[in-house]
């Protein structure tokens, strides 16, 4: 199993940036894909992100394509979601998630280990 901790979330205004981090242990690395999810007040969890064990393909929900990157730093064990344009719609708790199973991102396939969630709210 891996251990994922998430952090960098927080508060901020319609339009700011904001960088969530996800830090993992337990398990080698650079094997396995990593992704990120989030879930609102009464809505269905929903996929934002993925990233496959190299870091040179990501693939991203349609409603953040072009405002959200996702990387990763194996040295640092380490993935990234870096957030810009933030809009109120973007408030969810937002869960780091990896699919040990894989190297490569599988849409059909469950994601093995989750962190705890991080909120992140965007005022208008």
């Known amino acids: 199993q891996v251990q994922l901790v998430e952090s960098g979330g927080g508060l901020v205004q319609a339009g700011a940036s904001l960088r969530l981090s996800c830090a993992a242990s337990g398990r080698t690395f650079i094997r396995y894909a990593m992704g990120w999810f989030r879930q609102a007040p009464g809505k269905e969890r929903e996929f934002v992100a993925a990233i496959n064990w190299s870091g040179g393909r990501t693939y991203y929900g349609d409603s953040v394509k072009g405002r959200f990157t996702i990387t990763r730093a194996s040295a640092e064990n380490t993935v990234y979601l870096q957030m810009n344009s933030l809009k109120p719609e973007d408030t969810a708790v937002y869960y780091c998630?990896?699919?040990?199973?894989?190297?490569?991102?599988?849409?059909?396939?469950?994601?093995?280990?989750w962190g705890q969630g991080i909120q992140v709210t965007v005022s208008s």
């Open positions: 998630a990896a699919q040990l199973r894989y190297s490569d991102y599988v849409p059909s396939a469950d994601f093995d280990s």
